[in-house]
């Protein structure tokens, strides 16, 4: 099964660190960008931060500074790192990829991982 399979996200004090991995499964990154999405409920997704197959990143303004989008290509697996975190910070984070699968390219989502920062 092709699919995108996030882990790292619980519970958290406010100014604690998480760390997210998303790992790609049955398939591999293509050369286009790798995104984490942060979505609360009654709103749309939004985009936290993108990381392309070269390295390079781009941050929502909101995360600047504290978040870290990093890519493995060997492992496959894209991992957000979380730190300074704030109560505004509590949402479902997704990732989400292009897959190649022999020929075809895809879009896929993952599962998302819920996050909560609190005291």
């Known amino acids: 099964q092709v699919q995108l399979v996030e882990s790292g996200g619980g519970l958290v004090q406010p100014g604690g660190s998480l760390r997210l991995s998303c790992a790609a499964s049955?398939?591999?990154?293509?050369?286009?960008?790798v995104d984490w999405y942060s979505q609360v409920p009654g709103k749309e997704r939004e985009l936290v931060a993108s990381?392309?197959?070269?390295?390079?990143?781009a941050y929502a303004d909101s995360v600047k500074g504290r978040f870290t989008i990093s890519r493995d290509n060997a492992k496959n697996t894209v991992y957000l790192q979380m730190n300074s975190l704030k109560a505004e910070d509590t949402a479902v984070y997704y990732c989400?990829?292009?897959?190649?699968?022999?020929?075809?390219?895809?879009?896929?989502w993952g599962q998302g991982t819920q996050v909560t920062v609190s005291s």
């Open positions: 990381v392309t197959k070269g390295g390079n990143t």
């Open positions: 989400n990829a292009d897959l190649v699968t022999g020929w075809r390219i895809k879009n896929y």
């Open positions: 049955g398939g591999i990154f293509s050369n286009n960008a």
